[in-house]
């Protein structure tokens, strides 16, 4: 799956609205990967900034991970979402 969720962020914008909706899904092993997902989109997952930030909130510490590679990578629009996720 963690493959899969590469490759998704190598298409580049066109992933956009899979990730987004993934970022949604009740399953935290698909939010998981859909975060993988955005890290490999880099800048161009800013517009999942705010539901990356949600998962450094969780509990789960790999999705917290996972959700704060990914707001790293998108750089500097995802500051805020960065620090209140660690909040």
């Given at each position: 799956?963690?493959?899969?969720?590469v490759?998704?962020?190598?298409l580049g914008?066109a992933?956009l609205p899979?990730v987004?909706?993934?970022?949604?899904?009740?399953?935290?092993?698909?939010r998981f990967?859909?975060a993988v997902?955005?890290?490999?989109?880099?800048a161009?997952?800013?517009?999942l900034?705010?539901?990356?930030?949600?998962?450094?909130?969780?509990?789960d510490?790999?999705?917290?991970?996972?959700?704060a590679?990914?707001?790293?990578?998108?750089?500097?629009?995802a500051?805020?979402?960065?620090?209140?996720?660690?909040?």
């Open positions: 799956a963690r493959v899969s969720a490759a998704l962020g190598k914008k992933a899979a987004e909706k993934a970022l949604a899904s009740k399953n935290p092993d698909v990967h859909a997902a955005a890290r490999e989109l880099g161009q997952a800013a517009g900034a705010e539901a990356l930030g949600k998962l450094l909130a969780e509990g510490e790999e999705l917290a991970q996972a959700g590679a990914a707001l790293v990578a998108i750089g500097p629009p500051i805020p979402h960065l620090l209140d996720g660690l909040a």
